[in-house]
């Protein structure tokens, strides 16, 4: 995904990921095309290119040959909440009695749900809760048909902050992600975070996460899930340094970041 400005007549783009190079079967071959074409022009016209993390930039150095010295990393930020969460009875509504693993996001094969709902078919008494849209049907579908997983598709605020504040664990199985939001407002809401060691996860988490290697089998990941859920003092660390990480991620920074290669661009 790329964002561009042209302040008199100099170009900054902004490039967010490149998951249609590194997962192009998730995109329609419009999609791709257009993609691809904004970002080789972007390429050939910026002399400054902006990438949301250090992943992104290396992508752009490896799929598209760009020069490092002419990317900027400026990593984006997170609003502290400012929604209260709905009222507690809503899960009951839902059917959510007992201990849940939250994964926010679109419900498709890069974001890997499958993986997650493996490794908690695993464990006794845990239930799967994605909150997202259902882009893909299909695997929707697949995973509602478990007894272990609760499928709600896109949620308002309110909600998302009862679920965030309900979970016993917040899971990250992405293949790819160019930042990963999803980490970083769990860790502000000082919840334990169990991420793929994949593309920008743990540049964003640090050690603050939990980590898991995409290729792991659902055993693997089933235990690193059991170790966030059970371990009461790895638990209260990790919220503690969560919140501490994510308070090192603000807005703020990210649009003094942005000013700067700005300023740069225009003296150049």
């Given at each position: 995904?790329?964002?561009?400005?042209?302040?008199?007549?100099?170009?900054?783009?902004?490039?967010?990921?490149?998951?249609?190079?590194?997962?192009?079967?998730?995109?329609?071959?419009?999609?791709?095309?257009?993609?691809?074409?904004?970002?080789?022009?972007?390429?050939?016209?910026?002399?400054?290119?902006?990438?949301?993390?250090?992943?992104?930039?290396?992508?752009?150095?490896?799929?598209?040959?760009?020069?490092?010295?002419?990317?900027?990393?400026?990593?984006?930020?997170?609003?502290?909440?400012?929604?209260?969460?709905?009222?507690?009875?809503?899960?009951?509504?839902?059917?959510?009695?007992?201990?849940?693993?939250?994964?926010?996001?679109?419900?498709?094969?890069?974001?890997?749900?499958?993986?997650?709902?493996?490794?908690?078919?695993?464990?006794?008494?845990?239930?799967?809760?994605?909150?997202?849209?259902?882009?893909?049907r299909a695997l929707s579908?697949?995973?509602?048909?478990?007894?272990?997983?609760?499928?709600?598709?896109?949620?308002?605020q309110a909600m998302l902050?009862?679920?965030?504040?309900?979970?016993?664990?917040?899971?990250?199985?992405?293949?790819?992600?160019?930042?990963?939001?999803?980490?970083?407002?769990?860790?502000?809401?000082?919840?334990?975070?169990?991420?793929?060691?994949?593309?920008?996860?743990?540049?964003?988490?640090?050690?603050?996460?939990?980590?898991?290697?995409?290729?792991?089998?659902?055993?693997?990941?089933?235990?690193?899930?059991?170790?966030?859920?059970?371990?009461?003092?790895?638990?209260?660390?990790?919220?503690?340094?969560?919140?501490?990480?994510?308070?090192?991620?603000?807005?703020?920074?990210?649009?003094?970041?942005?000013?700067?290669?700005?300023?740069?661009?225009?003296?150049?």
């Amino acid at each position: 995904m790329v964002a561009g400005a042209a302040p008199a007549g100099k170009v900054l783009t902004v490039v967010h990921d490149l998951a249609f190079e590194r997962h192009p079967d998730a995109y329609s071959f419009t999609d791709r095309t257009y993609l691809r074409l904004t970002t080789r022009w972007a390429v050939a016209r910026c002399r400054l290119l902006i990438a949301v993390s250090e992943s992104t930039k290396q992508d752009l150095v490896e799929a598209y040959g760009v020069a490092p010295e002419r990317i900027r990393v400026v990593p984006l930020g997170i609003s502290p909440p400012s929604t209260p969460p709905a009222p507690a009875s809503a899960l009951h509504d839902l059917g959510l009695n007992g201990t849940f693993v939250l994964q926010v996001g679109r419900i498709e094969p890069r974001k890997n749900p499958a993986a997650a709902l493996a490794a908690v078919e695993r464990l006794d008494g845990v239930t799967l809760v994605i909150a997202g849209s259902e882009k893909d049907r299909a695997l929707s579908e697949t995973l509602r048909n478990s007894t272990q997983c609760r499928v709600l598709g896109r949620v308002d605020q309110a909600m998302l902050e009862l679920l965030y504040k309900r979970a016993a664990a917040v899971v990250v199985p992405s293949l790819y992600e160019g930042f990963g939001l999803p980490v970083l407002e769990a860790m502000a809401r000082g919840k334990v975070v169990v991420a793929a060691k994949s593309s920008s996860l743990p540049e964003v988490g640090g050690e603050a996460a939990l980590y898991f290697h995409q290729s792991a089998d659902p055993d693997e990941l089933a235990g690193v899930l059991s170790v966030a859920l059970n371990d009461q003092a790895l638990r209260t660390r990790l919220a503690r340094i969560a919140r501490a990480r994510a308070a090192k991620f603000s807005w703020d920074k990210t649009a003094a970041g942005v000013a700067a290669v700005i300023r740069e661009m225009v003296v150049a």
